[in-house]
């Protein structure tokens, strides 16, 4: 036997002990706090973005503007797939107490309404080139096959989560043996749809700034957008993937399931 058992010390909680007794309060306290963090970044992100726009791009336009119609898409993209998305896959670990049926449909919904906002940015993005006075090439860098990417992962996630956990009749056994998958993949997808947006950021700036070697007040704030994104990828991916912070399960979630159509 070793000896931190035959004395009677503990080491750190294992995930199948955390599992079944949950975060330990100081755990909590921890996660609350880099959980507020965490949302304060994203809205930091969401708010120079705007002010980028506003100040140096220009502002927002629709097809009478395609140069400023552009602008949508840096904007919308912010707020969909890296503030809504990071804050759809935390849903269940920043409302941990919520039963498990409304975690779901507001996981659900937050991914839906992700998903409109990126429509939006990318036609957005397609009709300022093609609108453009000199029609501009679509889809030959590297930061739209990668966004690319990001857009179908998080589109295929969507479609393949909904019919496993919000549609009626599909077994209990089969959710749970995707679980890992619908896990893995959607914090991929969050990571492909930062990095696309990193490599935007950097596209864009080089594209608007001729003196950005000299490090003009536009080239702080883009470069303090791209900090920001790094942190809050980071902070939502920890979160998402400590197994210290991992939800427990409540009573009324077996109940649940004990009344489920996959369970009858």
Sequence with gaps: MPIGKSLGLNSRPTADTME???????????FRVVYLITQMVGAAIVILMGSWIGVHLGGLSWTSNPATQFNWHPLLMSIGMIFLYGNSILVYRGFRYARKK????THAAIHGLAFVFTVVALVAAFD????????????????????????????LQYLFGFV??????????????YMPVHVFFGVLGFVLAVAASLLGLLEKAIFAMPDYRYLPPQGVLVNMIGLLLVVYGGLVVFLV????????ALPEDAMLLTHSPSSQ
């Design 102 to 105: 409304p975690l779901k449909v």
């Design 20 to 30: 079944s007794s949950g975060p330990s309060p100081t755990s909590l306290n921890n």
């Design 164 to 177: 496993s956990y919000l549609f009626p009749g599909v077994r209990e056994s089969m959710r749970s043996t």
């Design 128 to 155: 300022s080139h093609n609108l453009a006075k000199v029609p501009i090439p679509n889809m030959y860098t590297l930061h739209s096959w990668v966004g690319m990417a990001a857009v179908v992962l998080f589109g």
């Design 241 to 248: 993937t400590d197994p210290m912070y991992k939800r427990k």
